[in-house]
Structures are given as structure tokens and as C-alpha cells.
């Protein structure tokens, strides 16, 4: 179960490689991501919203709304069991800064090389439907509390933090930090629900 193999889906530095944008473009859209790496799996698909989520972008009004309506579409389509991801346009449309996306990514894509060292396939219990549906609706639950934590200032990052780990693990091959992505989830769900009425009213 905990063996490692002959080697991982994807590390975490070419993940973000694939996230950066090239020197040409003034604007990264989600669809230029999309056409690199949907047949990646999902994963990947879902470290890019919840990354852009946790960086300075994210706190741009409307961003982790956006961000979380897209996390919430891709993990129901694993939930459904969907082989390849989909989106409407209106979310492939959603766009940010290139500029300010390729200098944060400039920035964590050393210490990135770093983690790279911890991340191995292990826990592979983690690949059965059941485990991977924890996650799924793990997601579903963190893509919906970022909507309203939008009114809460930095209050969708612990969501957000907590799908991007479980995409890395989910990329990776690494069930074991899948897992602590869906511990960090639940303390999000928790933290979400008691500041929550005091952001509506």
C-alpha cells in the first residue's frame, strides 16, 4: 500500500509549469490551461482554480466565487464518474493577469522543486471509487462554502488551500497528501459554517 512506483503521474513543478503563462500573453485563460491538460485527469484540472484561489489574485471580488463555481463543476463530473472534464465556456473565459500569475508562479516553483522530494505514489487505497468520491464531495463542499466565504475577507483561502492539496495529491499519485487535503477541508467546513451567519445577516 505504501510502495512507492515506478514513478508519479506529474511533480509538482511541472504542474505549475503548465500554469504559467507564455512571455507572449498579456492574459491566462482558464481554456489555455484546459487544452494542455485535460486528458492529465482530474486533478490537475482542479489544482488550477483552487491555486489561483490562494495566491493574491484570489482576492480580487468575484475570484473565489468564480474559482468555486469551477471547482464545484469539475468534482460533480467525478462524482459522476466522468472520464474526461468539461466546462462551460463561461468559465474557460474566466481569466487573470499573466504578468502578476507568471511572477507568483516564478516564486513558489523553487520551493515546489523542493516538495517535489516528499511526493511518491503511496496510499493507493486512494484510487478506489469510494476514496476517490470522498474527495470528490470533499471539493463539492469546498467549491460551495468559497461562495458565500467571499464576504468574509481571506475566509476562502482554508477551502481553497484544501482543494489544492487534495489535486496535488490526486496529480501526484500521492494518496497521502490527498488525505491531509481532506482533513484540512473538514476544519474548513467548520470554520466556514461558524462564520457564515454573521457574514449574511
Not at 487544452?35 to 485527469?41: F, I, L, Q, S, Y
Not at 504578468?99 to 511526493?119: G, M, S, W, Y
Amino acid at each position: 500500500m505504501w510502495a512507492k512506483t515506478a514513478g508519479r503521474s506529474m511533480t509538482l513543478s511541472e504542474l505549475l509549469t503548465k500554469m504559467q503563462p507564455r512571455a507572449s500573453q498579456d492574459l491566462f485563460y482558464f481554456a489555455d490551461f484546459w487544452e494542455v491538460m485535460e486528458k492529465r485527469g482530474f486533478g490537475p484540472m482542479l489544482a488550477l482554480p483552487s491555486f489561483i484561489a490562494c495566491t493574491p489574485i484570489g482576492a480580487i471580488p468575484g475570484i473565489p466565487s468564480l474559482t468555486g463555481v469551477t471547482i464545484l463543476l469539475i468534482a460533480l463530473q467525478i462524482l459522476l464518474g466522468s472520464r474526461h472534464p468539461w466546462l462551460p465556456q463561461k468559465v474557460m473565459d474566466i481569466h487573470c493577469d499573466a504578468d502578476q500569475l507568471r511572477n507568483i508562479v516564478k516564486k513558489i516553483k523553487p520551493h515546489a522543486e523542493k516538495i517535489d522530494r516528499f511526493l511518491i505514489p503511496r496510499c493507493f487505497f486512494m484510487r478506489q471509487p469510494v476514496f476517490r468520491s470522498l474527495i470528490a464531495l470533499n471539493c463539492v463542499g469546498c467549491g460551495l462554502v468559497m461562495i458565500p466565504l467571499e464576504l468574509i475577507p481571506l475566509m476562502g483561502f482554508i477551502p481553497a488551500l484544501a482543494v489544492l492539496i487534495m489535486a496535488v495529491g490526486m496529480a501526484t499519485d500521492d494518496g497521502a497528501v490527498a488525505l491531509i487535503g481532506v482533513t484540512i477541508s473538514i476544519f474548513g467546513f467548520v470554520l466556514g459554517f461558524e462564520h457564515l451567519p454573521g457574514a449574511i445577516s
